[in-house]
């Protein structure tokens, strides 16, 4: 079975409760979603097609335990849930980063899902395919990215319809350069709302824009 991979690159993972590892990145191309806020414009484009052999020796080659499959959206392709498992079965922890636009229930079940409940200033919040909720395990993630006070009410009301926090990890993240991450804050500490606030690391590292990092 073979993928189309967008950039495959050594990194430390900047983002979810796994924040500053030593993390491998398989990335996928393409998407069919059209978030307003994608900072990953660039994997939309054609990638180059890839045995999962090739993939995965790739990674060992690397020498870190931990992988992420991201996107694009890597569960647009049939053959990303079975480079999870073989990435599994050499040892990984596998994270995936996933839209919540897709079935999960292909996932192997020992990944490390990191899913993503878009808001309504995405411009995506109706692609989210909510049957995915009750696919979630106690090892999963649930990740909200907002951009202003509506987003903000938007996932503490899911996230308290949903019981989301008794569920999973819930994670907090606002745009970049459209929302002060303080005033996010400022409104979880308000409401008194336990979930992990968290930034994209990897941007306070290296230039926002910069790709394979």
């Given at each position: 079975?073979?993928?189309?991979?967008?950039?495959?690159?050594?990194?430390?993972?900047?983002?979810?409760?796994?924040?500053?590892?030593?993390?491998?990145?398989?990335?996928?191309?393409?998407?069919?979603?059209?978030?307003?806020?994608?900072?990953?414009?660039?994997?939309?484009?054609?990638?180059?097609?890839?045995?999962?052999?090739?993939?995965?020796?790739?990674?060992?080659?690397?020498?870190?335990?931990?992988?992420?499959?991201?996107?694009?959206?890597?569960?647009?392709?049939?053959?990303?849930?079975?480079?999870?498992?073989?990435?599994?079965?050499?040892?990984?922890?596998?994270?995936l980063?996933?839209?919540g636009?897709?079935?999960?229930?292909?996932v192997p079940?020992?990944?490390?899902?990191?899913?993503?409940?878009?808001?309504?200033?995405?411009?995506?919040?109706?692609?989210?395919?909510?049957?995915?909720?009750?696919?979630?395990?106690?090892?999963?993630?649930?990740?909200?990215?907002?951009?202003?006070?509506?987003?903000?009410?938007?996932?503490?009301?899911?996230?308290?319809?949903?019981?989301?926090?008794?569920?999973?990890?819930?994670?907090?993240?606002?745009?970049?350069?459209r929302l002060?991450?303080?005033?996010?804050?400022?409104?979880?500490?308000?409401?008194?709302?336990?979930?992990?606030?968290?930034l994209?690391?990897?941007?306070?590292?290296w230039?926002?824009?910069m790709?394979g990092?």
């Amino acid at each position: 079975m073979r993928l189309e991979i967008c950039e495959i690159f050594l990194s430390i993972q900047g983002e979810s409760s796994f924040a500053g590892l030593p993390c491998a990145f398989v990335r996928t191309a393409g998407c069919p979603l059209d978030c307003r806020w994608c900072d990953t414009e660039y994997a939309k484009l054609p990638g180059r097609i890839m045995d999962l052999g090739a993939i995965v020796a790739l990674v060992q080659e690397m020498g870190v335990n931990l992988v992420e499959l991201t996107g694009g959206e890597p569960l647009v392709q049939e053959a990303a849930p079975q480079l999870m498992s073989l990435l599994l079965q050499r040892g990984h922890t596998v994270l995936l980063e996933t839209s919540g636009a897709f079935d999960l229930s292909p996932v192997p079940r020992d990944v490390h899902v990191i899913m993503d409940i878009k808001c309504p200033s995405s411009g995506m919040a109706g692609r989210m395919l909510w049957p995915n909720l009750k696919l979630l395990l106690p090892h999963h993630q649930v990740k909200f990215v907002i951009s202003d006070r509506a987003d903000y009410e938007y996932a503490r009301h899911l996230i308290r319809e949903h019981r989301l926090i008794e569920r999973v990890q819930v994670l907090l993240s606002v745009v970049a350069g459209r929302l002060d991450p303080r005033q996010a804050v400022q409104w979880m500490l308000e409401d008194r709302l336990p979930v992990r606030f968290q930034l994209q690391l990897h941007k306070y590292i290296w230039p926002p824009d910069m790709r394979g990092v």
